[in-house]
């Protein structure tokens, strides 16, 4: 095992692999269905033909620049393990930050108001199911309608609800954006929208451009279109007080910020950081009478 993973590494080193080692310890674990430390604590042992055959495909694959998360079909996120198709955006440790962020407003909503009341959270553009479901766990009496353009991504979606058997509190709905939700109010709209300008596609990673869904990094010729659209819709479908929080690129919370306060629908703009000292999240609540 110990001279097949040597091998992985020096592979992946000349296909210009980030982080090579971390990489082929990944897929052979993956390939071999144990953790990552059983590598090394059984470097010695030697796989048989069909162990050989899968890491090497594996390998292989990442070569030629296919994400990881879709050679083994998974990602992990939020601690938990969703599936991941091509279908889908893969999830992103950046995407962590929304959830944070979410959590600290509902808190301060509960501080303000009574507790006990079932919160409802619209989240738009669903993919993977990785918002809708973390939600659905962490927030207590948590009510989620997900929607995603997507059929094959709600597919997705349903069964990493299902996984982690949050699917009774998650309504999915296909849809652009508002089309189909239901008239109602919500305490919280999430969104991790498509906010790649689209002239800067092509100079994206090889294993984003050629195998992530265009349709969830494109976000126009300025990267906000998606993000016009929901504010200008958003707060016919907010409570009074209710949190819109967004995933933004890096370079985006002035430019957000702004879409928000021209709206004159919203308050208490905010920007947060992710761990990397980048902004990463913009949030606002909808405008109280008086």
Not at 14 to 43: C, K, T
Not at 74 to 96: A, G, M, N, Q, Y
Not at 222 to 235: C, H, N, Q, T, V
Request: charged residues 30%; glycine residues 6%; contains cysteine.
């Amino acid at each position: 095992m110990k001279a097949f993973l040597e091998w992985s590494i020096d592979r992946l080193t000349q296909a210009g692999v980030d982080s090579p080692r971390m990489e082929a310890e990944v897929l052979l674990a993956g390939a071999l269905g144990f953790g990552r430390e059983e590598i090394y604590r059984r470097p010695e042992r030697i796989l048989n033909e069909d162990e050989k055959s899968v890491s090497r495909d594996f390998v292989g694959r990442r070569v030629r620049r296919e994400p990881v998360a879709h050679i083994l079909g998974h990602r992990e996120f939020w601690s938990l393990d969703f599936k991941i198709t091509p279908d889908v955006l893969i999830p992103r440790p950046e995407t962590e930050t929304l959830i944070e962020t979410l959590l600290k407003l509902q808190a301060k909503l509960n501080a303000e108001a009574s507790t006990g009341q079932v919160r409802r959270l619209l989240d738009i553009g669903t993919g993977s199911g990785i918002i809708a479901v973390v939600a659905a766990r962490e927030i207590t009496d948590c009510r989620v309608t997900a929607t995603d353009l997507s059929p094959d991504a709600l597919v997705v979606a349903r069964e990493n609800a299902d996984t982690h058997d949050v699917s009774d509190q998650i309504n999915f709905i296909q849809g652009d954006l508002f089309a189909e939700v239901p008239e109602t109010l919500y305490d919280f709209i999430v969104s991790n929208p498509p906010y790649i300008e689209t002239k800067r596609l092509p100079d994206l990673m090889p294993d984003v451009r050629n195998f992530e869904p265009t349709a969830a990094l494109d976000g126009g010729v300025d990267g906000l279109d998606f993000y016009r659209r929901i504010i200008s819709k958003a707060s016919d479908y907010l409570k009074e007080g209710g949190g819109l929080v967004f995933e933004i690129g890096e370079t985006q919370a002035e430019a957000v910020s702004r879409l928000f306060c021209a709206e004159d629908k919203y308050e208490t703009v905010n920007v947060t950081k992710d761990y990397s000292g980048y902004d990463r999240v913009v949030f606002a609540r909808k405008r109280t009478n008086g």
